[in-house]
């Protein structure tokens, strides 16, 4: 009898430790066999989860950091990866670099394009003046891409004053003479850094502002803009926030409190300058930073006839949703267009398979963006045609018009 009861001895001694550990609300540390009770409603101790209602309890491993849990998936379910759009795509969001300038990378790039089927880029460069009119030339005397790239105009939002809008309306109405097809991509720097030349922070809807704004709806061109930033860059950075490891990474990324409009006071500033230049067609980047409330973004489409929304770099989002993202785009297919932001050729397919296909739980291309697997979400033709590239070919005439599907 005396070995056996040496035997059960010690896993007698962890099940006494545990309750005494568990009626004492504390656990030992991470990685220590342990327990700890909690209240209704409160969160297990840091390092435990919850095994039981209100039971907490700490693996008895040590628990892996989330840059190194990276579980596989036992799903068996059919995969349908779509390396090519099922129509040809206009991507209205786009950063070619190098390419703009040098002949033959234009031409690989149009390689790239025809393997994905992206039938257009819309360069969002912020270029103007000699710049603008240098790429246009490299376009230009292209072959094969001249039909195949547009580019934007930039607008320069430094030292706003007196005297400043009648110059960045000229410089505009030149950009547009010399070829350019809307203007874009106005960057988060309007409403986060640009100062006026009196010193202030310049708002988005400062009035000085509207001349330009509405000088593009009188030359009948879409205004291309980015504001603010995901909202929880604005958040405490703990382990309650979606993007803590991207805040880690890109410590560039934060917007203290104290230095920083909040992410509301920029939305406020947006929506009412959205809404003071009626007869101007906006885009806004990354779906306005609501992909993750597309009711708000529901709510601005309804209120505000003029914004459209461009969906690059958070199909995180999208994918996370299929269900209500589907219903969404079906309702307002008239009102989004595909746009991909960074060019990696390899990240389109991703757009591509969300929107077409019905698959599964897959993994998005940028780990740290997301923590959370992907869905298709499904899209019927005629609506990925819409937001594919039809939506873009109405806002901006100036785009090449033939030789698109039906
Ligand atoms: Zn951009």
Redesign the pocket.
């Given at each position: 009898m005396t070995p056996r009861l040496v035997r059960l001895a010690p896993s007698l001694l962890v099940f006494a430790a545990g309750i005494l550990s568990a009626q004492q609300g504390t656990g030992g540390p991470p990685g220590a066999r342990g327990g700890a009770i909690v209240k209704d409603g409160e969160p297990c101790p840091p390092g435990m989860t919850e095994v039981r209602p209100r039971n907490c309890r700490a693996p008895e491993m040590p628990a892996p950091s989330i840059v190194d849990y990276r579980p596989r998936s036992t799903l068996v379910t059919p995969e349908h990866k779509v390396p090519r759009a099922k129509f040809p795509a206009i991507d209205f969001?786009g950063?070619p670099g190098s390419q703009m300038t040098n002949a033959a990378e234009l031409e690989q790039m149009g390689a790239e394009m025809d393997a994905m089927n992206l039938g257009m880029m819309v360069t969002?460069n912020n270029t103007s003046g000699e710049a603008l009119g240098r790429q246009l030339a490299v376009v230009a005397a292209s072959p094969k891409m001249k039909d195949r790239v547009r580019i934007l105009a930039g607008i320069d939002f430094r030292n706003v004053g007196p005297g400043w809008a009648e110059k960045a309306v000229a410089q505009l109405e030149a950009d547009v003479k010399a070829g350019a097809v809307g203007v874009g991509?106005i960057?988060k720097g309007l409403g986060l850094s640009y100062k006026k030349a009196d010193g202030t922070r310049l708002t988005i809807d400062d009035p000085a502002l509207d001349a330009v704004w509405q000088a593009a709806a009188r030359l009948k061109i879409p205004v291309f803009i980015?504001t603010a930033d995901p909202q929880e860059f604005w958040q405490t950075i703990d382990y309650t926030n979606e993007r803590w490891l991207e805040l880690g990474l890109f410590p560039g990324r934060r917007y203290p409190a104290e230095l920083n409009p909040s992410f509301e006071q920029l939305m406020k500033e947006r929506d009412a300058m959205f809404r003071r230049n009626p007869k101007t067609t906006f885009v806004a980047?990354h779906m306005g930073w609501h992909a993750n409330d597309l009711a708000r973004l529901g709510k601005m489409f309804d209120e505000m006839p003029n914004v459209n929304a461009e969906v690059?770099a958070v199909l995180y989002d999208i994918g996370r949703q299929p269900r209500g993202a589907h219903d969404f785009f079906v309702k307002y297919q008239d009102r989004i267009l595909f746009g991909k932001?960074s060019y990696q050729p390899e990240e389109y397919p991703y757009y591509w398979r969300v929107f077409e296909t019905r698959d599964e739980y897959f993994d998005y291309y940028r780990g740290y963006h997301a923590f959370w697997k992907l869905y298709g979400i499904d899209l019927p033709d005629a609506v990925l045609k819409k937001v594919y590239f039809q939506n873009a070919l109405r806002i901006t005439r100036a785009l090449p018009q033939a030789g698109w599907p039906k």
């Open positions: 969001h950063h969002a991509e960057g980015h980047a690059g932001d």
